[in-house]
T-cell receptor
Framework: GQNIDQPTEMTATEGAIVQINCTYQ??????LFWYQQHAGEAPTFLSY????GLEEKGRFSSFLSRSKGYSYLLLKELQMKDSASYLC?????????????FGKGTTLSVSS | DVKVTQSSRYLVKRTGEKVFLECVQD?????MFWYRQDPGLGLRLIYF???????EKGDIPEGYSVSREKKERFSLILESASTNQTSMYLC??????????????????FGSGTRLTVV
């Protein structure tokens, strides 16, 4: 079966750095995505990793270790607007194609 | 700007009704997906489709069916709605990626969601 784990909730203060971890056990790994979802809205794409290492995009970075089945999303210089759910998703493949399987999400609360 | 449009933002239906949730994308994407999202359970894949008239079961297909008669439209059908199908339903689309093929290929684009309440 497919299993993606991430913490349920995290809290942090404005200006701080937070790291959201994700571990996965899936078949046919074909890339890992991070999405941000504000309450009542659709998920929006943040980052994508398919090779080991760090991908940096402004205040957000994402890391992947395929051998460990592990990823993290790093958010720097936190702002109040970063309060949201962060979804880790693995693209898995079968003979027909690919689909995204999601973790349950991490709700991040940023306080002043 | 690329778009995935879901026909209804909010929907209230009675138990036993047949319910159609519609999703249309304007990006000429081969792949389309239906997820439901529930507190504490996250996004769970119901069905997906790689091409017209093709469908694959996701993790929780029971109680649902789908229809893909045209490339741009993917419908989710609840044959006989039940209260445990009260949920947020999200549609998504992406370009088709072969197993083993890497690359972002535009990722996945989500619709705004349909909040369905079955009473």
């Amino acid at each position: 079966g497919q299993n993606i784990d991430q913490p349920t909730e995290m809290t942090a203060t404005e200006g701080a750095i937070v790291q959201i971890n994700c571990t996965y056990q899936t078949s046919g790994f074909n890339g890992l995505f991070w999405y941000q979802q504000h309450a009542g809205e659709a998920p929006t794409f943040l980052s994508y990793n398919v090779l080991d290492g760090l991908e940096e995009k402004g205040r957000f970075s994402s890391f992947l270790s395929r051998s460990k089945g592990y990823s993290y999303l790093l958010l720097k210089e936190l702002q109040m607007k970063d309060s949201a759910s962060y979804l880790c998703a693995v693209r898995v493949a079968n003979q027909a194609g690919t689909a995204l399987i999601f973790g349950k999400g991490t709700t991040l609360s940023v306080s002043s | 700007d690329v778009k995935v449009t879901q026909s209804s933002r909010y929907l209230v239906k009675r138990t036993g009704e047949k319910v159609f949730l519609e999703c249309v994308q304007d990006m000429d994407h081969e792949n389309m997906f239906w997820y439901r999202q529930d507190p504490g359970l996250g996004l769970r894949l119901i069905y997906f489709s790689y091409d017209v008239k093709m469908k694959e079961k996701g993790d929780i297909p029971e109680g649902y069916s789908v229809s893909r008669e045209k490339k741009e439209r993917f419908s989710l059908i609840l044959e006989s709605a039940s209260t445990n199908q009260t949920s947020m339903y999200l549609c998504a689309s992406s370009l088709w990626i072969r197993p083993g093929q890497g690359g972002l290929v535009h990722g996945y684009t989500f619709g705004s969601g349909t909040r369905l309440t079955v009473v």
